[in-house]
């Protein structure tokens, strides 16, 4: 049943492929909700933004890598109702940024195998997400 008062977050979020087809995950790090889950880098959206804006930005600001909307293909989205909000999350998939990229914000990252997406553990909202990223891939 839908709570009318739960509030609703816009979260962009991004597959960064590299040129072997693996495709990058952050950790989350300790103190921050959900830690330890591994995920797909990207962020809130923040009033005034788009999706792709906010990628670009928190791409820069995460992982300190540039890239722009135009490489930034839009793939599907998940729709995940958590105890407190909803989220509403955008996947873009990019294969050209400018960078190498690295954690800046205590994140860890690794690049994974289409194929081992499900060995990560990941927020309830990424894992809908696995199988389609899989068959693009």
Known sequence: ?????MKIILVSAVALVDPDGRVLLA???????MAGLWEF???KVEAG?????????????ELGVDTEASCLAPLTF???A?????LLMP?????KWKGTPRPREGQTLEWAM????????????????????????
Do not use: W
């Open 41 to 43: 880098p990207g962020g």
């Open 82 to 86: 958590y105890d407190d909000f909803h």
């Open 49 to 61: 933004e788009t999706p792709e804006a906010a990628l670009i930005r928190e791409l820069r600001e």
């Open 114 to 137: 289409p194929a081992r997406l499900r060995d990560y553990p990941m927020p309830a909202a990424d894992v809908p997400l696995i199988p389609i990223i899989r068959d693009l891939l």
């Open 27 to 33: 950790k989350r790090p300790e103190g921050k909700a």
């Open 78 to 80: 998940a729709s995940h």
């Open 91 to 95: 996947l873009f998939v990019c294969r």
């Open 1 to 5: 049943m839908q709570n009318a008062d």
